[in-house]
């Protein structure tokens, strides 16, 4: 057993983790739909991990593939050598993206992706011989992972407040959400689409030639699921285009099926310039991130100014135990039609956790795919205290959930059946009813 020095020395600075400080949870095995504890009890994933083992937990194939990989290959400097299962996974990636989206950069994580896609806008237009837009817009709200790039974008003020400079002339759009318009909207709201315009006035205070990027996430997860008005990302696109300004989607969470697409662009019906990647890009089983952008930006990032080739890329990049991980993934999910599944649970999905608007203290609930966020009334004077409260009494109930304040954040598996979402919703229901 694990004394509690031992403990000590590895404490993952998330709240939730940080405030079971005598009794901490474990979680030692995984397979399927579920968790086991180390001392044996049986917990319903309700979360995916953290919104990245799309196909569910212990899949064999890909741990075949790993251990193949890495007893064919186990390293290859990709800076100056590339390996087959790069190239074969790149390729196959690219058949996923949508529209012209057929250049990659693999990274090692979400925050990876954000900044080399944040550098990579940059750059374009330095080569384009417009070296004047650097400025970066992010958004109030957004979550972009917790490098300096993705902390300067990133709307959570609370991530970067503490940590001296930020990038410069980086600035946020308002997306300031009424809850009262909008209150148990069943899928996207269709109030707020005019929130986009906020742009307009970004665009005006710094002058558009300033401005590289816009980087959003179709679907803000981390924040508490908080779901594009209908037509706010066609609007934020059009403002865009008008100004020459290149638009990111930061589809970390929404990429690989959560919606019931393989991206998020393919369920909004709206083409960035940029995609950012990672999570269920290899199921969560071996770090691994990847940005998508078209030749024409991906040629300027080669060519670099002046002839002076820009320098970027990672020791891990395209890791070979990596590529295995995402390539077997990506056979899984297509073998299993996983990157459609949330399409056709999306409706069972919506009735099962709409069912709790009447559970105590609920005040709003947001679904889209399979992706679900219920929102409970803040205690006078302890925001976040309901919250905390409910993951450790589903913990206890044998499902994990995960909160952002005293937002419950819901994101199964993609193989869940329509009994486990049942048994999900229906536990997190029981619990609710015993929280004051
Ligand atoms: N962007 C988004 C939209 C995310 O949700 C996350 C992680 N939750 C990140 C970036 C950061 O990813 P990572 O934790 O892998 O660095």
């Known amino acids: 057993a694990l004394t509690r020095d031992a403990l000590e020395a590895f404490w993952m600075p998330f709240t939730a983790n940080r405030q079971f400080k005598d009794q901490p949870r474990l979680l030692a095995r995984a397979e399927g739909m579920h968790y086991w504890t180390p001392d044996g009890r049986?917990?319903?994933?309700?979360?995916?991990?953290?919104?990245?083992?799309?196909?569910?937990?212990?899949?064999?194939?890909?741990?075949?593939?790993?251990?193949?990989?890495?007893?064919t290959l186990d390293y290859a400097p990709t800076f100056q050598m590339g390996h087959p299962a790069g190239f074969e996974l790149a390729n196959r990636l690219i058949k996923l993206t949508p529209g012209d989206l057929n250049h990659v950069f693999f990274t090692n994580s979400g925050s990876e992706s954000v900044d080399t896609a944040l550098k990579i806008a940059i750059a374009y237009h330095r080569v384009k011989g417009e070296a004047s837009r650097q400025r970066l817009i992010g958004r109030e709200k957004g979550y972009h992972g917790v490098g300096f790039g993705g902390i300067?974008?990133?709307?959570?003020?609370?991530?970067?407040?503490?940590?001296?400079?930020?990038?410069?002339?980086?600035?946020h759009l308002r997306h300031t959400l009424d809850i009262e318009h909008n209150a148990f909207t069943r899928g996207v709201p269709e109030w707020g689409a005019h929130l986009a315009d906020d742009l307009e006035r970004l665009v005006a205070l710094h002058d558009a030639s300033t401005i590289a990027a816009v980087i959003v996430e179709p679907m803000a997860g981390s924040a508490?699921?908080?779901?594009?008005?209908?037509?706010?990302?066609?609007?934020?696109?059009?403002?865009?285009?008008?100004?020459?300004?290149?638009?990111?989607?930061?589809?970390?969470?929404?990429?690989f099926g959560r919606l019931g697409t393989a991206f998020g662009a393919q369920y909004f019906d709206v083409m960035p310039d940029i995609i950012t990647t990672a999570k269920g890009l290899t199921n969560g089983a071996?770090?691994?991130?990847?940005?998508?952008?078209?030749k024409q930006i991906y040629d300027a990032f080669m060519k670099g100014p002046d002839g002076i080739e820009f320098f970027h890329g990672y020791t891990y990049s395209a890791h070979p135990a990596a590529c295995a991980a995402g390539l077997a993934t990506q056979e899984i999910?297509?073998?299993?039609?996983?990157?459609?599944?949330?399409?056709?649970?999306?409706?069972?999905?919506?009735?099962?956790?709409?069912s709790l608007r009447s559970a105590p203290n609920v005040i709003d609930i947001r679904n889209l795919g399979l992706v679900a966020g219920i929102e409970l009334q803040p205690r006078a004077g302890a925001v976040g205290a309901r919250g905390y409260e409910a993951l450790v009494k589903c913990f206890e109930k044998g499902i994990l959930i995960r909160t952002t304040g005293d937002t419950i954040a819901l994101s199964p598996p993609l193989i869940i059946s329509t009994a486990q979402i049942d048994e999900l919703i229906t536990r997190l229901g029981e619990v609710l009813k015993t929280i004051a």
């Open 42 to 71: 049986k917990v319903l994933d309700g979360c995916a991990g953290l919104w990245c083992v799309n196909a569910g937990h212990g899949r064999k194939e890909i741990t075949a593939a790993v251990a193949e990989q890495m007893a």
């Open 286 to 294: 071996i770090p691994m991130g990847a940005v998508f952008v078209r």
């Open 152 to 171: 300067s974008v990133g709307g959570l003020s609370n991530n970067r407040k503490y940590f001296g400079a930020m990038l410069p002339g980086v600035d």
């Open 333 to 354: 999910y297509e073998r299993e039609g996983l990157l459609t599944r949330g399409a056709d649970l999306a409706k069972a999905w919506e009735d099962a956790v709409h």
């Open 224 to 255: 508490g699921v908080i779901l594009p008005p209908k037509g706010y990302l066609q609007k934020l696109r059009a403002i865009c285009d008008k100004h020459g300004i290149l638009l990111i989607f930061d589809e970390v969470i929404t990429g």
